[in-house]
């Protein structure tokens, strides 16, 4: 009698070892496609199908939460661009910005100056600063139940027009007598800022001087009110139409005092 030949003794242990490899991944496969994730998906509240389809990627999210949704409507930041040829034409005297002015004589007064102190003053105001924020009302980046309208209203020429027409009238000729005297650290802040809140200097971007991005306004002259609800407006998120949320991030790191002294200083700073 001949022994058995070494591939026959082997090829039992070939078929077992196939069958347990096979079942092992068998198991796994449904363990892990269909198993947890219908677990997991009742005790979210799913049925059966839609983990099962999380699982192996056929729909979005997570087998073991209900999917999030939303209803936010996505707002644009700003759709202003800057072109040489429209810096031209803001930088140039625009004589017919009178006629559009009257459309706004009623909030922001004959020569620029609000009697309302809840309204900017536009006299001396950057004519690249009044653009953006007229083309911004205009596009619907920034909301005002008045001034939406009203930009929205005019035609681009007329908004170029009254840009260029404010930033030539002059501004109100300040008391040096009535200015407020405020704390060191509010000057601080509009000096050096505070670096351990990540806050850079006001200056920084609204100093005469500081070579900030071309649409930043300037502050010094602007009426109290009007500068302490629109850095509120910047820190509760109400008005978002900062390019790269700059405002939002500063202003959401001041206290209420901050914003109030802040607008103090800039209200009643002859020149800064």
Known sequence: MQPAEPEALDRPWRK?????????????????I????????????L?????????????????????PSGEAAAQPTTQVAWSTALLRTLSQPAPAGAEVAQICTGCHGERGIAADPANPNLAGQSAVAIYKQLHDYKSGS?????????????????????AAYFATANRLALDPTTAEVVDEDIVRLVERGDPARSLPA???????????????PTLSHQ???YLANQLRAFRDGTRRNDIYTRMRSVAS????????????????????
């Open 16 to 32: 077992w070892a196939s069958i347990i490899i096979i079942g092992m991944l068998g198991f796994s496969i449904a363990f892990g």
């Open 202 to 216: 006001c200056n920084s971007c609204h100093g005469a001087t500081a070579g900030g991005p071309i649409e930043t």
């Open 47 to 67: 049925d059966p199908f839609t983990p099962t389809c999380r699982a192996v990627g056929i729909t979005p999210g997570s087998p073991a939460m209900r999917q």
């Open 34 to 45: 269909l198993i947890i994730p219908v677990v997991q998906g009742y005790s979210a509240g």
């Open 253 to 272: 790191k001041l206290t209420d005092r901050e914003i109030d002294r802040l607008a103090t200083f800039y209200a009643t700073t002859l020149s800064y």
């Open 142 to 162: 920034r909301v005002h139940p008045v001034m939406t309208g009203i930009a929205q209203g005019l035609e681009d020429r007329q908004v170029d027009e009254a």
């Open 223 to 225: 009426n109290r009110d």
